[in-house]
C-alpha cells in the first residue's frame, strides 16, 4: 500500500518535493483489514505459484500457463490492495513494509524459477535480486526513523517487472523473444535507477535526523 501523499518534510523542516517519505507513527487502523490480508495473500501465493512452475518438468505448456494466472492473480491482489488502502484509509506502517516486501517475494521467485529453468540468464535475476534485499535491508535500517514507502518509480519498475516476467512465463512463439528481452532490459533498468533514488532518500533522511539531533544536543 502506498503512502497517501508525494510530499514529505525533512527532519530540518524544509520540504522535498515528488518524494514518499513519512515519518512512521501509529494509527488507529487495523492490523487486520481487507488491504493487509491481500498483501499476505500475495505472500502465500509465492509458493503456490512456484509448485506450479516446476511441475510437469517446467516447460509443460498446460503448466505454464496456470502459473502464469497465478502470478497474474498475485501480482493483481498489489493492484487491489493499494488502492483499497488508499480509498478506505487503510494505509498502515505494516502495509507499507509488508507490500514492497510481498513484491519482492512474487518478483524474486519468478525470476529464480526461470533462470533454474533455463528461460532467463542468471545475471538478470542477480541484479535485480542484490537490488531488492539491498533495499529491502535499507527499509529496516531506517525505520527507526520513518517509513520510506514505494514511490512512482518503484511502482513504474514492478510494472515493468511484472509484464516483463509475464512474457517470460507464457509458452508463446519464438518471435516474441525480442519483446520479452526489451520488457525485460527496461526492468533491469528501472530496478537499478530506483534503487540509486531510494539510498539519496535514505541518506537524506538520515542527515536531517542527525542535524535536529546535533542541534538539539546543543541547546539550538
Not at 487503510?90 to 533454474?116: E, N, Q, R, Y
Amino acid at each position: 500500500m502506498s503512502a497517501q501523499r508525494e510530499d514529505w518534510t525533512a527532519a530540518d523542516n524544509s520540504v522535498v518535493p515528488d518524494r514518499a517519505v513519512e515519518p512512521a507513527s501509529e494509527t488507529a487502523v487495523p492490523l487486520l483489514n481487507i488491504a493487509n490480508i491481500l498483501t499476505m495473500l500475495r505472500i502465500v501465493l509465492v509458493p503456490v505459484f512456484l509448485v506450479v512452475l516446476f511441475a510437469g518438468d517446467g516447460h509443460s505448456t498446460t503448466w505454464r500457463l496456470i502459473a502464469t494466472g497465478v502470478f497474474a492473480v498475485a501480482a493483481i491482489t498489489d493492484r487491489i490492495d493499494g488502492q483499497l488502502a488508499r480509498k478506505y484509509g487503510l494505509v498502515t506502517d505494516f502495509g507499507k513494509l509488508a507490500d514492497p516486501i510481498a513484491d519482492k517475494a512474487l518478483i524474486g521467485a519468478a525470476l529464480v524459477g526461470l533462470s533454474i529453468l533455463g528461460d532467463l540468464p542468471w545475471w538478470v535475476t542477480a541484479v535485480i535480486a542484490v537490488r531488492e534485499l539491498g533495499i529491502t535491508l535499507l527499509r529496516f535500517a531506517v525505520l527507526r526513523h520513518a517509513v520510506i514507502p514505494a514511490g512512482r518509480g518503484g511502482k513504474l519498475k514492478t510494472l515493468v517487472q511484472t509484464f516483463a516476467i509475464g512474457f517470460y512465463l507464457l509458452p508463446l512463439p519464438q518471435g516474441f523473444e525480442v519483446v520479452g528481452w526489451v520488457l525485460m532490459g527496461a526492468a533491469v533498468l528501472l530496478t537499478v535507477v530506483t534503487g540509486l533514488d531510494y539510498v539519496v532518500q535514505a541518506v537524506r533522511l538520515r542527515a536531517g535526523v542527525h542535524k535536529v539531533e546535533a542541534n538539539a544536543s546543543t541547546g539550538a
